[in-house]
């Protein structure tokens, strides 16, 4: 069983930065795929960026360049850095484990989400 807790979102200007925290419980944390989702109002949950157990990384088109997720399995926790964010970039941001590459019906572990809200 794995327990996932996001931290750091919050409201900044368009071009800000912010990076997201997701705490993982569990002694598995670091043979697990872990990965950021988003929902934005009115839309879909979508991909964001995966790590694999050994720190391969794949990002949706839309971040590619101004995202970067990381992890620190003595930490037992996965990063995602946002700089130059957009309007778009609007979203409630969901952390996931246990899956593979962009297919979130096969992540079998989730957070609560954490708020981040870009202003023009």
């Known amino acids: 069983q794995v327990q996932l807790v996001e931290s750091g979102g919050g409201l900044v200007q368009a071009g800000g930065s912010l990076r997201l925290s997701c705490a993982a419980s569990g002694r598995t944390f670091s043979s697990y795929s872990m990965a950021w989702f988003r929902q934005a109002p009115g839309k879909e949950r979508e991909f964001v960026a995966t790590?694999?157990?050994?720190?391969?990384?794949y990002y949706t088109v839309s971040v590619k360049g101004r995202f970067t997720i990381s992890r620190d399995n003595a930490k037992n926790t996965v990063y995602l850095q946002m700089n130059s964010l957009k309007p778009e970039d609007t979203a409630v941001y969901y952390c996931?484990?246990?899956?593979?590459?962009?297919?979130?019906?096969?992540?079998?572990?989730w957070g609560q989400g954490t708020q981040v809200t870009v202003s023009s």
């Open positions: 996931a484990a246990g899956g593979a590459s962009s297919n979130q019906g096969s992540y079998g572990y």
């Open positions: 790590i694999t157990w050994s720190g391969g990384t």
